[in-house]
């Protein structure tokens, strides 16, 4: 079974500039998480669709956005990149809600921003 | 204010010894605990969780204990093996907001 896909590997991108980050949860799975881990700082959680919705974010600004498509693939968008963004995003998928709170990370995208 | 916490950044033990992996948190409305290993440059792995209902859950070598009350749980890697090296973090949930709230991690290094 393959698991929890995200690309690209890495990112370099300007200050300034817009970063989109892909992600493809385990087949079955409906819900997809983001999470950030800069530098010196544990995971932190970003965001969660399930089921095409947004059902909750963390503490970080509206710059930070995504959806997720019918397909329950996600997107992440962090626009007007600013040096602290600089981080691992990581990706999780989970079953249905109802069902289990165990989260599958994926490898995870290094965002580089200069 | 750290929900989550891993107080021992680091732990040695020796190849066949027990390995004991430390967390508390303060947030009493957790409700489901979970266990991650993660290596560099990695997506972090789930090992074990275990329900607040619970206060002992297996998974050949590895166990997790919860106490409730101390708000402290704490995995058991027995018997530990040199590629068990790596970074683990606790994890907590929450109904309804299902995130997942991390510990710090602690680096686990299995001497041969």
């Known amino acids: 079974e393959a698991g929890v896909t995200q690309s690209p590997t890495h990112l370099i991108k300007t200050r300034g500039q817009q970063a989109t980050l892909r992600c493809s949860p385990i087949?079955?799975?409906?819900?997809v998480y983001w999470y950030q881990q800069a530098l010196g700082l544990g995971l932190q959680f970003l965001l969660w669709y399930d089921e095409g919705e947004e059902r909750n974010r963390g503490n970080f600004p509206p710059r930070f956005s995504g959806r997720q498509f019918p397909n329950y693939s996600s997107e992440l968008n962090v626009n007007a990149l600013e040096l602290e963004d600089s981080a691992l995003y990581l990706c999780a998928s989970s079953l249905a809600v109802a069902l289990t709170y165990e989260q599958y990370f994926g490898p995870g995208t290094r965002l580089t921003v200069t | 204010d750290q929900q989550v916490k891993q107080n021992s950044p680091s732990l040695s033990v020796q190849e066949g010894r027990i390995s004991i992996l430390n967390c508390d948190y303060t947030n009493s409305m957790f409700d489901y605990f979970l266990w991650y290993k993660k290596y560099p440059a990695e997506g972090p792995t789930f090992l074990i969780s275990i329900s607040s209902i619970k206060d002992k859950n297996e998974d050949g070598r590895f166990t997790v204990f919860l106490n409730k009350s101390a708000k402290h749980l704490s995995l058991h890697i027995v018997p530990s093996q040199p590629g068990d090296s790596a970074v683990y973090f606790c994890a907590a949930s929450a109904e309804p907001a299902r995130q997942l709230t991390f510990g710090s991690g602690t680096q686990l290094t299995v001497l041969p």
């Open positions: 087949s079955g799975h409906t819900s």
